[in-house]
């Protein structure tokens, strides 16, 4: 009986102490102006946001003149016929738990990007932008802001080299090519930002401030964690689009490993990514994995090696989805009706072959071979299987919860098995 008394005093301070799991969910405003079954409308939003603690409305952008934080579409965000900012934080009044934070960058901003770098550079531009940003975040009724910085991408590497033989490891392919020369003072800049962007937000109540690490930045060259991890609430790891039809377009690879397959840089992988921010000293508490919702596709062609296991030859990014219609991408629903042909029905292409990856290490792909004047394509994806198997590490290694990048992409009318939301569902229900 005491020993029960005492476990059950146990489990109550353990619940106190754990605070319960984030599930931060991405909402990309441009699924408002897409077509047809890919339109999402605010209304779509609610069978999401009981299983969300957190939505990021993405994204705001910059100004290339003032370096001011700006709506990229005012006429959805701001003005009254939409007015989609009021429309996306009004939802706190149903869900009144729900923090809504506003994200500028993402890739969304995508005029004179050298004006990321030059804001960094300047402490003018960065008290402009922090008090334009505020002042539009708490206009709106945002509970804060979100830094996804378009810090310069990394050169993208072949796995093979052109003899054929696999990656050799880092000395060999690394560090020749620079991409940004003043990575030190954009690095700290950026901490310069982080700081001064805290001070702004201590006087206001109650307001929060994350960073998102986008794919393909060098946290390692931009993120001095010790220096930032206690100015933020929380992290977003982007750790996806690791492989990309655009960076990589002759070589198909998983695009979202949580663990390096062999012979592959050790480095691009979610687990790297979650230690590279452990090693730094952030408590893990405050970082965030994140799970895409999209596949990664290229096209197949003739010299494409038959077994369909990667890496394997391609020829550039897949053809667009019949609703996202972004080239070398699919929504998770788009993927999930390239799975099944119903009834075998004539004159539709054959379906996709589904690999799954028995380690739970890789992720899931799914392929076909050109065949006669059909084209072949493969594609590296997430579905709810290996979301929760995100959600799985996440929970093993004690972080603060999952992201789901984005809601819109995810299947959200419940097209591929009656579910709407079956992603973020899962890996809810895994942490
Ligand atoms: C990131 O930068 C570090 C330090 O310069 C370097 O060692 C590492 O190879 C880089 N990572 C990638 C993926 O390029």
């Known amino acids: 009986m005491k020993s029960l008394i005492f476990l059950a005093g146990f489990l109550a301070i353990g619940a106190a102490v754990v605070p319960p799991s984030k599930v931060v969910c991405y909402y990309d405003s441009k699924s408002y102006v897409r077509e047809s079954q890919a339109r999402m409308l605010p209304l779509d939003l609610e069978p999401a946001l009981s299983f969300c603690t957190h939505l990021i409305y993405g994204y705001a952008g910059i100004q290339p003149d003032t370096y001011k934080m700006v709506s990229l579409n005012e006429n959805l965000d701001i003005d009254r016929s939409h007015a989609n900012y009021l429309a996306i934080t009004g939802m706190k009044r149903k869900y009144p738990a729900l923090t809504v934070l506003l994200s500028v960058g993402g890739h969304a901003d995508t005029e004179g990007l050298e004006k990321y770098n030059l804001l960094l550079e300047s402490p003018q531009a960065r008290t402009a932008f922090i008090n334009s940003g505020i002042l539009l975040a708490e206009q709106h009724g945002f509970d804060g802001i979100d830094l996804a910085w378009q810090f310069p ?20 392919t690394f560090g020749s090519t620079p991409v940004d020369e003043k990575e030190a003072e954009h690095r700290e800049g950026f901490t310069a930002l982080v700081r001064e962007m805290r001070q702004a937000l201590n006087v206001k109540p109650n307001k929060q401030l994350s960073i998102s690490i986008l794919p393909n930045v060098n946290a390692t060259v931009y993120f001095d964690v010790p220096a930032i991890i206690n100015l933020v609430d929380i992290v977003h790891i982007g750790a ?65 090696e038959i077994a369909g296991v990667p890496p394997l030859h391609a020829d550039g990014p897949g053809e667009a989805g019949p609703y996202t219609k972004i080239e070398g991408i699919l929504s998770y629903p788009e993927v999930c009706a390239k799975l099944i042909n119903p009834n075998h029905q004539k004159g539709m292409l054959p379906h996709l072959r589904k690999v799954t990856d028995p380690s739970k290490r890789f992720g899931t792909y799914a392929f076909r071979l050109p065949e006669n004047d059909e084209g072949g394509i493969w594609v590296s994806y997430e579905d709810p299987d290996t979301a929760g198997q995100r959600a799985a590490y996440v929970k093993s290694k004690s972080l603060g919860g999952v992201s789901i990048v984005d809601l819109s992409m995810d299947d959200f009318r419940g097209l591929c098995t009656g579910d709407k939301y079956p992603i973020l569902r899962a890996a809810k229900y895994r942490l």
Do not use: M
Request: proline letters at 9%.
């Open 240 to 304: 996806y689009d690791y492989y990309t039809p655009e960076r990589n377009p002759k070589e198909a690879d998983y695009s979202t490993p949580i663990y390096t397959p062999q012979n592959r840089n050790p480095l691009l992988n979610a687990d790297a990514a979650v230690n590279y921010w452990l090693q730094g000293g952030a408590p893990a508490q405050k970082l965030i994995l994140a799970i895409p919702t999209f596949g990664r596709t290229w096209k197949l062609d003739s010299e494409s």
């Open 153 to 172: 991408e990394f050169k993208p590497k072949k796995i093979r080299s052109s003899w054929g033989s696999f990656w050799h490891g880092v000395k060999k």
